[in-house]
């Protein structure tokens, strides 16, 4: 099935390359591949970048991807790695059992925030993260309070990521959810 735009929506016409390089790419050389033509049909490789900065790049521009926990910033994390191949960071503390989980799930910039990652997670203000660092851009990632809720819940009583508590136990938890 082909995707077809709205009237005035140009979107679909305009090429959106892929990317194939060796473990570090320079921003201004991503630069040029976005603008370029696509290389080819393959995902690319996860890279970090080469931590290097250039005025006349916007590798400055760090990007702060900050959620509520369990709004989907892992998956947004994953799905943003895997288009562009850039590994993302976060000011997470890689000591804890979680954050590692996250890193063992292929998650490899856990804890940087330097110049190696362009996005990184966070959920200030909800809480403090390990490692001060700053931003230029901002992606405010929102879901439903709701649902947010009940993944942390499930997140916070399993100890997990991608484990759930059985249905029965709500039950159990009835006075923690009134």
């Known amino acids: 099935m082909e995707a077809t735009a709205r009237p005035g929506n140009i979107a679909l016409d305009i ?3 892929l990317f194939e390089q060796g473990p570090n790419w320079p921003f201004k050389h991503l630069k040029n ?6 290389l080819n049909d393959n995902l690319p490789e996860l890279h970090f970048m080469d931590g290097k900065s250039s005025q006349d790049d916007f590798e400055h521009d760090s990007v702060i991807m900050s959620s509520y926990p369990r709004s989907g910033n892992t998956l947004l994390r ?14 997470c503390d890689i000591t804890k059992k979680l954050n590692v989980a996250l890193m063992n799930m292929g998650l490899a910039g856990e804890g940087l925030v330097d110049k190696r990652v362009w996005i990184i ?27 947010c809720i009940t993944s942390l819940f499930n997140m916070v009583c399993s100890g997990t990521h991608d484990c ?15």
Do not use: M, N, Q
């Open 15 to 17: 090429s959106r390359p």
């Open 33 to 38: 591949l976005l603008l370029g033509k696509p």
């Open 78 to 91: 994953a799905y943003l790695e895997k288009i562009t191949g850039l590994t993302t960071g976060s000011d």
């Open 121 to 147: 997670k966070t959920h200030y203000p909800e809480r403090y993260g390990k490692t001060k660092f700053g931003a230029e851009r901002c992606i405010l990632l929102v879901r439903s309070p709701l649902d």
């Open 164 to 178: 759930s508590i059985a249905e029965t136990d709500y039950a159990k938890f009835a006075d923690h959810w009134t």
